[in-house]
């Protein structure tokens, strides 16, 4: 039986990977058994129609037989692809990781691209994330671990807020601590150096003065500390997270596929079907408005005053059959 998907499954697969990833401005797919390269670029050329740029679109393809690799690599050429963005290798793909990180910190560690496919292989991590396992963890943490991202949050709002206050403490200053402490050349930037040296004890400066400087320093390394336990906490998570989804059961996994998936989808529906149903609600209060009076009413309104008229009539003197006319005329009205 051939492992190669119909070309409908493979296009259904490409569009998913294209909707999950098209607020991206460059992409970066990998086949690690590319065999003649269809799949990868039937998600390519999905992915190209969502983003500004088609040619910010990455191809890495591995293919241990050279023929099927040598299809690849033409096929690729053969489709407008730009050289720089085709990234092919003959090998085995479970003998060692490619493609890996080529500079800074991580060299020589796998590289996180945003979609892996494998026609053989194509697992739940490619379903369920659009890559490689480590790259896309948010749904898991917060099904799994609020709490967590909560704790982080909260550092990270009281960071934010000890900028806020680094600030009013900066706006206290005179004009002359301003010119002492505050760098004109760098948009008057505190000068940390200076600061942190007139706050010790020992500096001759003015008390006032020094109670500003040591309350900016206090709050320089408060913030230092919480970026410092922010910085800890989500590689923690992210160790916590990469496990769980390494030891996620099948129900499991089927509870976030439908989290994925068919809830955006059914919330999706439900908000247009609401959006329909409020227009149409809308549109029916104005008609209601538009038509507040009635016929019937209009009818009563205008038999009312011809009886008030024909009233006023008869209260007439003057020419006989004048007011004989008017009152035919009336009586016509009312007949009508």
Known sequence: MSSIPPHEVAILLSEIVAEHHREKRQIEIYDPTSGSGSLLITIGKSVGRHIADK??????????????????????????IQPGNINTR???????????????????????VDSIEAAEQYDIYATMFGGIPNTDFELVQRVKFQAELDAIATLQSR???????????????TEEEQETYLDSEKDNAPDKKKITADAKPKADVDADTKAKLRQMVTLWDEQTKWGKQIKADKQALEEKTIQAIEQLTDEEIAGFLHLKWIVPVCEGIHGALTAVLSTLESSALALSRKYAVSYQQIDDDIAAANTELAQLVSQLTGDEFAIKGLEALINKETQL
Do not use: H
């Open 159 to 173: 960071v934010e807020a000890i900028g806020g206050e680094l600030e009013e403490v900066r706006d206290s200053f």
């Open 55 to 80: 040619n910010r679109v990455k191809y890495y393809a591995q293919e241990l037989k050279e023929n099927t690799y040598n299809l690849t690599r033409m096929n690729l050429v053969m489709r407008g």
């Open 90 to 112: 003959c090998a085995d793909s479970l003998d060692e990781d490619w493609p890996v990180q080529k500079e800074g910190n991580e060299m020589g560690q796998p590289l996180y």
